[in-house]
Every structure is written in C-alpha cells, then in structure tokens.
C-alpha cells in the first residue's frame, strides 16, 4: 500500500474510534500526568466529579449567586453596571438575598425594588423576592468610587 492509503486506512480507523467513544459516552482522561495512568470515565461522571454535588442534590448555596459590577464609562461621576444573577440549575429560588454593601449611595436612583441599602453593610436585593433560575438582577448606579459588594445571606429552601 502507498502512503495515501495507510493515511487514509490510518484516518477511518480513528473515525471509527472516536465515533464509539462518543457513542457509548466514554471520554479518556489522564488523572495523574506524573504516573502516566489513563482511566476511562463515562460523560455523567466525569461530569459529576469536576462540578459541585449540591447542584446535583437540589441545593442551592450562596455560591450560586453571582455578583459582578464593572466600570460603565461616562464623563462626570463614575457609573458601575452591577449584575446579581442565580446560577443555580436545580433547586427552589433563594429569597431575601442580602449583601455587604458598605455605606452604598449612588448619585444616580437606584429602583429600591432591585436593590436597597437597609443599613450600613447590608443591601437587600430585589426587594427579598425570591431570585429565580438564571434570573439577571441588573442596575447602575453612580459614585467616585466603586463599592465592594459580596454575599452576606439568604434563605435557600
């Protein structure tokens, strides 16, 4: 045989072989580069062992609520974009979700129905109704500064 053919014949056998593997939903991963062993795991549960298993059991934490903020570039006083999203997939909506906020007070109205500062260091977003799956909870407000805001609490079911 020419090499054309051994590259082809070489080629469909790798097909063949990776197209089983994805069939039977058996994927190769190294679990210890430096002993050099390769165990085949199935797709659920390599899944399963790189994701956290509350996700999979129902329970939602404080880890499944995302905060983000970023600079939104304008003259005059500093804007931030805050997103508040609940990336629990499984599970009931956390409610009455409370933040550390420091002293927050923005420059620009802030909808209290979304997010509001109860007292120094503790916000409470959206308005304590529960935050549903991937539901997006998005304002802006204005200051010289950008304030740290983290997870403080919240009643998950």
């Known amino acids: 045989m020419g090499c054309v053919q051994i590259f082809f014949c070489f080629l469909v ?3 063949i072989i990776c197209s089983v593997g994805f069939n039977t939903g058996k994927f190769l991963h190294f679990a210890n580069e430096g002993d050099n062993k390769t165990t085949a795991y199935k797709q ?4 399963l062992s790189t994701h956290r298993k509350l ?4 329970i939602c934490s404080n880890r499944d609520i995302s905060i983000s903020q970023s600079r ?8 931030y974009v805050v997103q508040i999203v609940n990336t629990c997939v499984f599970g009931c909506a956390p409610s009455n979700i409370h933040l550390h906020c420091g002293w927050f007070a923005s420059a620009r109205i802030v909808n209290p129905r979304s997010f509001k500062r109860v007292s120094y260091d503790d916000c409470l977003v959206n308005g304590g109704r529960p935050l549903k799956n991937s539901q997006i909870i998005r304002f802006t407000y204005a200051n010289s500064f950008m304030y740290p805001l983290e997870f403080k609490t919240a009643n998950f079911c």
């Open 13 to 15: 056998v790798m097909i």
């Open 44 to 47: 659920e549960e390599a899944y």
């Open 55 to 58: 996700k999979l059991h129902g």
């Open 72 to 79: 939104y570039s304008t003259s005059g006083i500093p804007q």
